[in-house]
């Protein structure tokens, strides 16, 4: 305990530790705490802060995935989603030269994936779109895992309904054939991303191949 007071970082995991032996509400309630301080952090995270960090950061997923799921899994889910939406501020903060902040935040969307399996009364039809919303807003590929994670939690349902949304919106997207439109191009190309690894997901070789002639140009590599 002594060397704890003069090393935050073990204090911090020590608090972590004790939490979780009181259950799931204390060790979500600190775990939230600490998440929202790192949030709020606006200093540059200098090169030789960064294996620190992301030593704190794969402690605090491995924290959620594990005991907290355990404990309280809908607790977890809110969490690892809050975990997610760290990755922005840190990414912008942070030179991540090595990829280590990526693939921990990479495997926390995995993580969210499994998560939503957990949850007894989810809604296949509002989880697809609540994971189509976080495929959107990534702009780091933390979210690059998740889709294919999400199978168990979607069903056939929630799978279904996401190809419609995908299909949708594709049908708003003009297919182009210069290169003077980056947004229809590169919408065009997300949509049939995303298509495929849904195809990939269900073993649908038709699927697939129509995704990628869906794409267009772009499918060749998108500029």
């Known amino acids: 305990m002594a060397q704890a007071q003069s ?18 509400t204390r060790l979500a309630a600190e775990m939230e ?39 309280d899994p809908r607790a977890a889910t809110t969490q ?30 995995a993580d969210l994936g499994r998560l939503w399996a957990l949850l007894p009364s989810r809604d296949p039809v509002a989880l697809a779109a609540e994971l189509l919303s976080l495929l959107d807003a990534d702009g780091y590929g933390t979210t690059d895992r998740l889709l294919e994670a999400s199978g168990p939690a979607l069903g056939s349902e929630g799978r279904a309904e996401l190809r419609r949304l995908l299909h949708a919106r594709l049908a708003t997207l003009r297919r182009v054939r210069g290169r003077d439109d980056f947004g229809d191009s590169r919408g065009r190309f997300m949509v049939s991303l995303h298509l495929r690894e849904l195809s990939d997901l269900e ?20 500029r």
């Open 80 to 109: 690892m989603r809050l975990f997610l939406e760290l990755a922005e501020g840190v990414f912008e903060r942070s030179d991540d030269g090595s990829g280590s902040l990526g693939d921990v935040f990479r495997d926390a969307g």
């Open 7 to 24: 090393d935050p970082a073990l204090g911090r995991s020590l608090r972590l530790v004790l939490a979780g032996t009181d259950g799931g």
């Open 203 to 222: 073993g649908d070789v038709d699927a697939y191949i129509a995704a990628i002639e869906a794409g267009g140009r772009s499918e060749c590599g998108f």
């Open 33 to 71: 705490k600490r998440l929202r301080t790192i949030q709020r952090s606006r200093g540059f995270i200098e090169w030789d802060k960064v294996r620190p960090l992301v030593r704190e950061l794969e402690g605090l997923r491995e924290t959620i995935a594990g005991p907290l799921a355990q404990a």
